[in-house]
């Protein structure tokens, strides 16, 4: 049985919101060039200026690099990132980890042997509407018991 374990929203996370940020950020710049003060115009312009670079470092750091989409197959995590799919085998995962204070959570797994996105490969798991991101991801405990049990019937 297959189960998509990401959540549904990734989409607008990576892309949806940076959009907005910047979109914002762009519609104040053009006001201020509209304006006639200079002195307002170097503070509105330098401002949005250093949250757009701000901004920026924060979604290529904690959104762009999320799984479009991971799917639990029972003995593998299928994902996808883009055009690029590969299958990572839960006895190929070392750690999972997640981020439960942060909205939205996220969760990452640490391999063993890199895949196709390398030795890191994080998401957004699909969470529940009663956990409002104070606890860890259920997922990313399901994911930590399966990956040990795998690892042990690899050894053992």
């Known amino acids: 049985?297959?189960?998509?374990?990401?959540?549904?929203?990734?989409?607008?996370?990576?892309?949806?919101?940076?959009?907005?940020?910047?979109?914002?950020?762009?519609?104040?710049?053009?006001?201020?060039?509209?304006?006639?003060?200079?002195?307002?115009?170097?503070?509105?312009?330098?401002?949005?200026?250093?949250?757009?670079?701000?901004?920026?470092?924060?979604?290529?750091?904690?959104?762009?690099d999320l799984a479009d989409a991971v799917y639990d197959h029972g003995s593998y995590l299928q994902v996808r990132r883009g055009s690029v799919e590969d299958r990572i085998s839960l006895d190929n995962v070392m750690n999972v980890s997640s981020t439960p204070m942060m909205n939205p959570p996220r969760v990452t797994l640490r391999?063993?042997?890199?895949?196709?996105?390398?030795?890191?490969?994080?998401?957004?798991?699909?969470?529940?509407?009663?956990?409002l991101g104070f606890s860890t991801p259920r997922i990313a405990e399901q994911l930590i018991e399966r990956a040990y049990a795998a690892r042990g019937k690899r050894t053992g």
Do not use: N, R
């Open 111 to 131: 391999l063993v042997k890199p895949c196709a996105f390398g030795t890191h490969v994080s998401f957004l798991p699909k969470s529940s509407l009663w956990s």
């Open 1 to 64: 049985m297959t189960l998509q374990i990401s959540s549904h929203l990734t989409f607008f996370s990576k892309w949806v919101v940076p959009l907005a940020w910047f979109g914002g950020l762009a519609f104040v710049m053009g006001q201020a060039m509209v304006t006639d003060s200079a002195e307002a115009d170097i503070f509105a312009l330098l401002i949005p200026v250093v949250m757009i670079v701000l901004g920026f470092l924060f979604f290529k750091t904690l959104l762009w």
